[in-house]
T-cell receptor, first 112, second 116 residues
Framework: RKEVEQDPGPFNVPEGATVAFNCTYSNSASQSFFWYRQDCRKEPKLLMSVYSSGNEDGRFTAQLNRASQYISLLIRDSKLSDSATYLCVVTHVYTGGFKTIFGAGTRLFVKA | GAVVSQHPSRVICKSGTSVKIECRSLDFQATTMFWYRQFPKQSLMLMATSNEGSKATYEQGVEKDKFLINHASLTLSTLTVTSAHPEDSSFYIC????????????FGPGTRLTVL
């Protein structure tokens, strides 16, 4: 089982739609959680951190459920420019350092 | 957010040559830098973690003698792909972590390596 799993998609949605992605992680000791966005042939860019209390940034809402070990990302009122791959990222501490695990990403296509 | 630069952005080389990629943190001191590789339509794969002034820690399956990493200062890490072969063609991305108390990584723009 992968440490971080995401539905690869693609999700094809019309402009204005609301779309949600989920991501599950296997290490219950994971400490930090993030959503990154990666455009085709570009580097990942931090979208937002994820907290148990929820985190909202404009049209984007992220949520962490530690009991079920999943995080979610909700995008409201989708724009064409939201088309990208969304990466779920989890970090955990182990003896000797900390490790960051990337999910394989969920592809989103927003169409006019 | 913090800025990380990477150079070159694109390189094409002949099989058997060595290629050096630089990663710089421009506005903060990066105590830890990471090197990733990403093949088309695949996820980022961590190759190694480097801490300033010490030897890099390589992930399982990554040859340390082939992928030489040097983290000589708090703002610069280099990755040298030695004796490159076509199968080394990939997108190499560095990231830096250095802001106190933060797990956030800031990524460089990546280097697309093509080995002929």
């Amino acid at each position: 089982r992968k440490e971080v799993e995401q539905d690869p998609g693609p999700f094809n949605v019309p402009e204005g739609a609301t779309v949600a992605f989920n991501c599950t992680y296997s290490n219950s000791a994971s400490q930090s959680f993030f959503w990154y966005r990666q455009d085709c042939r570009k580097e990942p860019k931090l979208l937002m951190s994820v907290y148990s209390s929820g985190n909202e940034d404009g049209r984007f809402t992220a949520q962490l459920n530690r009991a079920s070990q999943y995080i979610s990302l909700l995008i409201r009122d989708s724009k064409l420019s939201d088309s990208a791959t969304y990466l779920c990222v989890v970090t955990h501490v182990y003896t000797g350092g900390f490790k960051t695990i990337f999910g394989a990403g969920t592809r989103l296509f927003v169409k006019a | 957010g913090a800025v990380v630069s990477q150079h070159p952005s694109r390189v094409i080389c002949k099989s058997g040559t060595s290629v050096k990629i630089e990663c710089r943190s421009l506005d903060f001191q990066a105590t830890t830098m990471f090197w990733y590789r990403q093949f088309p339509k695949q996820s980022l794969m961590l190759m190694a973690t480097s801490n300033e002034g010490s030897k890099a820690t390589y992930e399982q399956g990554v040859e340390k003698d082939k992928f030489l990493i040097n983290h000589a200062s708090l703002t610069l890490s280099t990755l040298t792909v030695t004796s490159a072969h076509p199968e080394d063609s990939s997108f190499y991305i560095c990231s830096a972590r250095g802001l106190a108390g933060s797990d956030t990584q800031y990524f460089g723009p990546g280097t697309r390596l093509t080995v002929l």
